[in-house]
């Protein structure tokens, strides 16, 4: 299975894209779209245009995106909350469901820790995908959301075939 992670950015967006096969987790591409544009919409519209280019080139079969940190600049969160929509709105253009995980949860998953610096998630990602080139660090971020993704995927996967077992 595919999976795309997102780290959502008005200026700066990650995305990271991994395969899984069972427990084994490979990396396919990592990287940050920068927005461009005057004005908002000109922005929303170029990271619209870059993540579909991601989408249409990597075909990921599940994507993740990081829910929005709340900050003390109520207008800077809701323009953050705007490129979180162009990143929940593009997979589900490819018919994709959309896994969406709290910034502790990605942590607490990738690292052990839901406290963790941005510096403990390059390195625990750098663990998970040996040789892997990051892009920086809303690249990591993204693909610490695409890990999450898989180990809950792989989960209920596991659960599900566990229920239907038990169902006979």
């Not at 080139?57 to 490129?83: C, I, M, R, S, Y």
């Amino acid at each position: 299975m595919r999976v795309l992670g997102i780290d959502p950015g008005l200026r700066n967006l990650g995305w990271g894209v991994i395969d899984t096969a069972g427990a084994r987790i490979t990396h396919v591409g990592n990287g940050v779209l920068h927005s461009e544009g005057d004005d908002l919409a000109g922005r929303l519209c170029s990271l619209h245009a870059q993540l579909t280019a991601v989408l249409r080139t990597h075909a990921p079969d599940a994507a993740a995106v990081e829910h929005t940190f709340v900050n003390k600049d109520a207008v800077a969160t809701l323009k953050l909350g705007q490129a979180r929509g162009i990143a929940l709105l593009v997979p589900a253009q490819f018919g994709l469901s959309v896994g969406e995980y709290a910034p502790n949860a990605v942590k607490k998953t990738v690292v052990g820790v839901g406290h963790a610096a941005k510096v403990q998630v390059d390195h625990m990602v750098r663990l998970h995908l040996p040789g892997v080139r990051i892009a920086g660090p809303d690249a990591a971020d993204a693909l610490a959301v695409a890990i999450c993704h898989a180990h809950h995927l792989q989960s209920s996967g596991r659960l599900a075939a566990a229920l239907k077992r038990a169902a006979g």
